[in-house]
């Protein structure tokens, strides 16, 4: 037997392109939709990966929702998966376990950016055919729109999230000023305040390389009335209205109302310097409510405020907040698919949406809950105001939205920093779309 | 000095100059079994190693081909797995011809450089008085271990805590000398700089530890004999300790090599490689590609030719340092 380097060669690569082709063997999606639309009567077990959802009374929502469905479902036992509150870190490592193939978790909580890019690797079931006829009457018409990609739907509602302008009331009462309605009313305020040496910062928000400075530039192309895309899905970034939306964020810090260092900022580095007393005003997502509010965490606690962000004077737009939110999606590899659908479906439904008012700092997916008893009795403004809002969408309807979302964050990066112009911001951020689109971005 | 350098050279003769380091292929005993038998032991053998090849194969061989194969073909996800196409170059020639890759390889090799070459001086520096410390050694060997000792993630989450522009200390004792808060991670050249710093901190103590031991195995009588030659400390240093330190630097200077080009945790947990791309690395670039982008072929493209360079630069950098070796033996 004469085994040299060039059999264990080939030997190795046989065993890789084995390896390869075994990965090979497609599923029917009409065997999987069928698996999926019954519900098993036998003794089944589910996992689901789920990201810490915000409390407001301290309980596990999560837990309270898993002993909710299994005493609906006694024969079903649900285990959760702690998974990252981060939707990159989230992705990164629910993709690389979908990817692999595995039947784990059978239901996993996933951003409302993820339902294209998702559906389109088939790492999501799409679902239109799982959910009853009117359905989405009773969900944000956006979120419809968001968790669809050429015309299948791949995400089940569970709870939105929408941006707010956070506010110290106390700092404003004490200086006769009111809450801004639009970003020139609060450069000033923010200075007058500022200059009397009672707070550091003005106005924080998040800048970082990240999905969150998307988030951001999303919401100030919306006030200034630019569009990302045009009705072909191409790149339409461009114009006055998109620089005036990149210089007002370069004002900001060039102002000195906001820190240069929130260049590197994400949600919660710009939280903890609100909560620990340091701004005047947050841009922050509606949870940030719960958390300012929370005296053992936070030294503003009753000294805060929520309100819709302004908008740019002239325009007449104002409350703009990034549609932005959590769904469910099932697993195509998931062993239980019928359970697991029939828990995604639950977790969209009246009783855990109202148990998501009651207990959660999150805004629930159901239009109807907003303004129903339980909404009421939490006295969340974030949760009583989401009907006022002027949601924009994320150009989420792609592939390739990952490198789309960075073709506008690295230049919206540089010039926070004042190392690129707002023009030449804008221009490079539109290159970077139209080669992102194309799928030609790294 | 020379009569110290031939005692050098006469006691390791350096590789392909002797027959007595290269061996060639083994000869047949006079009492060698008969060839039915040898064949017989050469299965029996192969057949006790086989469970250790295999498991080297799965673990290591597979993944390398598997990522090589994944490289050159187009491949789409779908339900079910994997679905290989046609061979392609295509994520080859997206990935050369992008500046992003260019940039993202400026940065890994500029960090590298600099910061091996950092790391190597103080090293060096800190092994020499580490080797003349008595009874302390023991103690301050065990305090320099310290960062090293740590996970690189919670190393990175630390210096995240002292960069920060808000609460963090290195800012704000920045603030109370010059009077300004600098944004330390907020721009290309100071993140950079912290990038390096931190790095330098971690792993600083694992060159000492390595030139530590290349210091204790030189022979005392070297010393003594450039002593009596008359060399100063400054020519000791230079011409008799610095040589004989050669192969275990180049050792160390490799596995640093290995390590710094593969730097992904500081600036995943420190810039998320920005601000911009400016801290972006091969390996972040690369996790973005695979991970963000969902493109297992081309992230898996990152992957060998990333593999490619660094194998050639350390085939390099061995030649170029063995050369160096057999100059300082034939001196």
Not at chain 2, 122 to 131: F, K, M, N, P, S
Request: overall charge positive.
């Amino acid at each position: 037997m004469s085994l040299n380097r060039r059999t264990l060669l080939t030997g190795a690569l046989s065993a890789a392109a084995a390896g390869s082709l075994a990965g090979c063997g497609g599923k029917d999606l009409d065997d999987l939709l069928a698996q999926a639309a019954t519900v098993p009567r036998r003794p089944a077990r589910l996992t689901w990966w789920v990201s810490e959802i915000p409390s407001r009374r301290g309980a596990v929502v999560a837990d309270l929702i898993i002993r909710a469905f299994e005493r609906r479902h006694p024969r079903i036992r649900v285990s959760k998966i702690n998974a990252l509150s981060t939707s990159d870190g989230n992705r990164s490592a629910i993709a690389t376990q979908l990817a692999g193939g595995s039947p784990q978790p059978d239901v996993y909580l996933g951003d409302t950016t993820w339902p294209a890019q998702f559906g389109h690797s088939a790492l999501a079931l799409p679902v239109e055919k799982l959910l009853p006829s009117g359905f989405w009457d009773a969900y944000p018409a956006a979120l419809r729109t968001g968790s669809t990609y050429r015309g299948r739907t791949y995400a089940v509602p569970f709870f939105t999230d929408s941006t707010y302008l956070f506010y110290r009331k106390d700092l404003l009462a004490k200086h006769g000023l009111r809450v801004p309605r639009s970003w020139e009313e609060l450069l000033h305020t923010s200075r007058t305040v500022q200059r009397a040496g009672d707070v550091e910062a003005g106005f924080l928000w998040q800048a970082a390389v990240t999905e969150s400075l998307t988030a951001n530039v999303t919401e100030f192309l919306a006030d200034a009335g630019a569009a990302v895309l045009d009705g072909r899905g191409r790149a339409a970034l461009g114009g006055a209205e998109a620089e005036r939306a990149f210089s007002l964020m370069a004002e900001f810090t060039a102002r000195g109302v906001t820190p240069r260092t929130v260049a590197t900022y994400e949600e919660s580095d710009s939280q903890d310097a609100f909560v620990n007393g340091r701004g005047l005003f947050l841009r922050n997502w509606s949870y940030a409510w719960v958390n300012a509010s929370t005296p053992q965490v936070s030294r503003v606690a009753g000294k805060i405020g929520a309100a819709l962000r302004p908008g740019f004077e002239g325009t007449g737009r104002s409350g703009v907040s990034c549609a932005g939110g959590w769904s469910n999606f099932v697993n195509p590899s998931s062993q239980e698919l019928g359970a697991a659908m029939e828990f995604a479906r639950f977790c969209a439904g009246d009783e855990v949406q109202r148990l998501l008012a009651r207990e959660a700092g999150v805004i629930p997916a159901m239009t109807s809950v907003l303004d129903g008893p339980e909404a009421r009795a939490a006295g969340d403004p974030t949760v009583l105001r989401a009907a006022d809002l002027r949601l924009v969408a994320r150009p989420v309807q792609t592939p390739y939205y990952p490198q789309v979302s960075k073709a506008l964050y690295t230049p919206a990066n540089a010039v926070v920093r004042g190392s690129l112009s707002p023009a030449a911001g804008v221009r490079a951020a539109r290159e970077g779309l139209r080669t992102a689109l194309e799928g030609k971005a790294l | 000095m020379r009569s110290v350098l031939h005692t050098k050279t006469a006691q390791t003769p350096s590789r392909g100059e002797g027959g007595g380091v290269r061996t060639g292929a083994p000869r047949k005993s006079p009492s060698a079994p008969p060839g039915s038998t040898a064949r017989r032991r050469a299965r029996t053998g192969w057949l006790f190693a086989s469970p250790a090849l295999l498991v080297i194969a799965a673990v290591t061989v597979f993944p390398v081909v598997f990522s090589l194969v994944l490289s050159f073909c187009e491949v789409r996800l779908e339900y079910g797995g994997l679905r290989f196409g046609s061979p392609t170059l295509a994520h080859y020639e997206a990935l050369l011809t992008h500046p992003e890759w260019y940039r993202a390889l400026a940065f890994t090799l500029g960090f590298t450089i600099v910061s091996v070459s950092v790391e190597l001086v103080l090293g060096t520096l800190t092994a020499l008085v580490l080797e003349r410390l008595g009874a302390a050694r023991g103690w301050i060997l065990a305090l320099l271990l310290l960062p090293w000792a740590l996970i690189n993630v919670i190393a990175a989450q630390l210096w995240s805590y002292l960069f920060n522009g808000t609460y963090g200390a290195v800012s704000w004792m920045c603030e109370q000398l010059f009077g300004t808060q600098p944004d330390i991670l907020g721009q290309p050249v100071p993140a950079m700089a912290a990038m390096v710093a931190v790095d330098v901190w971690k792993t600083t103590p694992f060159v000492a530890i390595v030139v530590l031991a290349g210091l204790m195995l030189i022979p005392g009588d070297v010393y003594e004999a450039a002593e009596i030659d008359g060399a100063s400390a400054w020519t000791t240093f230079w011409k008799v300790t610095l040589p004989q330190l050669r192969p275990i630097i180049a050792i160390a200077v490799l596995f640093r090599i290995l390590q710094a080009f593969g730097i992904f945790d500081l600036p995943f947990v420190l810039t998320q490689g920005g601000p911009g791309t400016a801290t972006q690395s091969v390996a972040i670039l690369g996790y973005r590609i695979l991970f963000q982008n969902l493109d297992f072929a081309g992230g898996a493209a990152v992957a060998v030719t990333t593999a490619v360079i660094v194998l050639g630069c350390c085939l390099l950098f061995l030649r170029v340092f063995r050369a160096q070796v057999d100059e300082g033996g034939r001196a």
